[in-house]
């Protein structure tokens, strides 16, 4: 399998939070994470990139069958793992064009054409502090199509964001998807609208209470969460 998080079991700030977490994926597919608030989603794939304070405790993470569990967060950005954030940092200073630029540089992209694809090009002179909510998610997006992913991991990108940027951010994610594995967290599955996923799992309780396709977030828009788990 491409990429695989293998029974994996995940502490926030030294506290147990996830167990028992499993999910396969070819290139190309994209799953959907769907749960409540406080749920633990982003901190699922905070876990899985490495960021500090978020420990795979349990379980494997793997990309094509190499164990990258432990590597380091560069280590696995090198690898091709990549996250977009659900609150995009707030970078004073740097400018959009210069930001996608230093990304281009190493990965042979086009920075007007990856700003093209979410439709910031307009942007490319403004400081990214500056951007308003739906811009920073599209230009967060447009950093990890500019990083050429292998697996993208992308949180809460229908979040805060109106419906014209909605759309917008969809063709992104498609974009990404026809490269990459991609791993779509969500509170209301708005997104799947625009983008269907091939699988999708709910986290509740701590754990997958339940997987399967597009049903799961039929499920979830009919009758909510609860009532799934």
Wanted: contains cysteine; hydrophobic residues 45%.
């Amino acid at each position: 399998m491409f990429f695989a998080v293998d029974r994996v079991s995940i502490s926030v700030g030294g506290m147990p939070l996830l167990s028992g977490i499993s999910f396969s994926l070819s290139r190309g597919e994209i799953l959907y994470i769907l749960g409540p608030n406080g749920a633990g989603k982003s901190s699922l794939l905070k876990a899985v990139v490495g960021i500090p304070g978020y420990e795979v405790t349990g379980g494997r993470v793997l990309l094509e069958g190499e164990d990258v569990t432990t590597l380091k967060p560069f280590e696995k950005a090198r690898r091709g793992l990549a996250l977009a954030f659900q609150m995009p940092p707030r970078l004073h200073g740097v400018k959009v064009g210069v930001l996608l630029t230093h990304i281009c540089r190493r990965t042979g992209c086009d920075p007007r054409e990856v700003a093209r694809a979410v439709e910031v090009e307009h942007l490319m002179d403004r400081e990214v502090g500056r951007l308003s909510g739906g811009e920073s998610k599209r230009v967060e997006l447009a950093t990890v199509l500019a990083q050429r992913p292998r697996v993208a991991l992308v949180d809460e990108p229908d979040s805060g964001v109106d419906v014209e940027s909605l759309a917008v951010v969809a063709r992104g994610l498609k974009e990404l998807a026809a490269e990459a594995a991609l791993v779509v967290v969500t509170h209301g599955a708005h997104i799947a609208r625009y983008i269907p996923p091939h699988k999708a799992c709910v986290l509740y309780g701590g754990t997958f209470k339940k997987c399967g396709g597009l049903e799961v977030v039929e499920e979830v828009f009919a009758y909510g969460f609860a009532k799934l788990a």
